[in-house]
């Protein structure tokens, strides 16, 4: 059972470059999220789309941009990365927004350097 | 605002011990709360649930409490075991509110 795949598991980049964190899900769901946790931190919300067709800034949205390609599909885009975005990132996916339980990805670790 | 708090960053109990951790909320909309845990270089998964119609919630050595007056979930592992050691993330939601969660609670389990 797949759940959430996330990709790459691991990145190293240079500050200024671009990247694109991959996600899918294969659980049918509605709704998908990234998040990013830092050493010390709980999970911060980035983005979220409710539903296929819509995304939303979350609560560290700056530096960021997504794409909802498809139902399975949620992409997470550094344009131009800076060490302050150094961290794991996890993306997430639930039937719906609010009352169910959301599944996560097993992580993906970036340094800017 | 945090909506969702857990105020002890860490907790260290005995194996076989009672783990109990705790949570509390501002929203009371909320009406769905959930304990997620997390190992080092894993992704969080769910643990346990309860809803706002109930006040305990069981599922072996997990059982989940809810005070809806007090606004507090509590967590407690009994017996704990060294493999319960992970940070543990309680989170809530409801009445069209995502889920929101607190900034987890840091569990060792001593041998």
Redesign the interface.
Known sequence: NAGVTQTPKFQVLKTGQSMTLQCAQDMNHNSMYWYRQDPGMGLRLIYYSASEGTTDKGEVPNGYNVSRLNKREFSLRLESAAPSQTSVYFCASSEALSGYTIYFGEGSWLTVV | DQQVKQNS?SLSVQEGRISILNCDYTNSMF??F?W?KKYP??????LI?ISSIKDKNEDGRFTVFLNKSAKHLSLHIVPSQPGDSAVY?C?A???????T????TRLMVKP
């Open positions: 960053p009406d769905y959930l997620y270089a894993e992704g969080p998964t769910f649930s993330f989170a939601s409801g009445a069209g509110n995502m889920l969660f607190g900034g987890g």
